[in-house]
């Protein structure tokens, strides 16, 4: 069991995970894999930071994680969706000059409805969405039907 949390490749700081994060240490399940990209590096001990990985890595990342925490970056939920993990996604946001606008909010309050992702954008509801991980981690349907249903989703919701 461990825990992989991931940021993406955006040039906006996103100081707002990394400070859940830090708030939630104590619910945290080791190791832990944190993928900072541009940002600082959090200095956590124990923990095992690196700015990016090799696409490889970071899949091996998700496989190998019992929970994942994510930027609402859908290269990284659909990662995760295709190695049948829930993740929860803290949603950059562009009011707090994390994105250039909400698309990852807007996509995440879609892909929840759906039942695919848990949403964290405070203490309380990443702790929440902690506990929910640990006794559903996974998303249980075959591969196949997951990429229908999410690229099926992705089409409609890009023609929205």
Do not use: W
Request: one cysteine or more; glycine letters at 8%.
């Amino acid at each position: 069991m461990s825990t992989f949390v991931t940021v993406g490749n955006a040039t906006q700081p996103f100081t707002r995970l990394f400070k859940l994060v830090a708030d939630v240490l104590d619910q945290i399940t080791l190791p832990l894999v944190i993928q900072y990209g541009h940002n600082e590096a959090l200095g956590i001990d124990g923990a095992l930071e690196e700015r990016f990985l090799e696409p490889a890595r970071f899949q091996s990342c998700i496989r190998e994680s019992s929970i994942v925490i994510t930027h609402g970056g859908v290269g990284s939920i659909v990662s995760c969706l295709l190695a049948e993990k829930k993740p929860i996604v803290v949603p950059r946001r562009f009011d707090h000059g994390e994105h250039v606008d909400d698309h990852q909010y807007e996509l995440a309050g879609k892909l929840a409805e759906m039942g695919l992702i848990s949403i964290a954008e405070d203490e309380m509801s990443l702790r929440h969405s902690l506990e929910q991980s640990r006794s559903a981690p996974r998303i249980h349907q075959g591969n196949s039907r997951l990429k229908h249903l999410v690229s099926g989703r992705l089409e409609e919701y890009a023609k929205t």
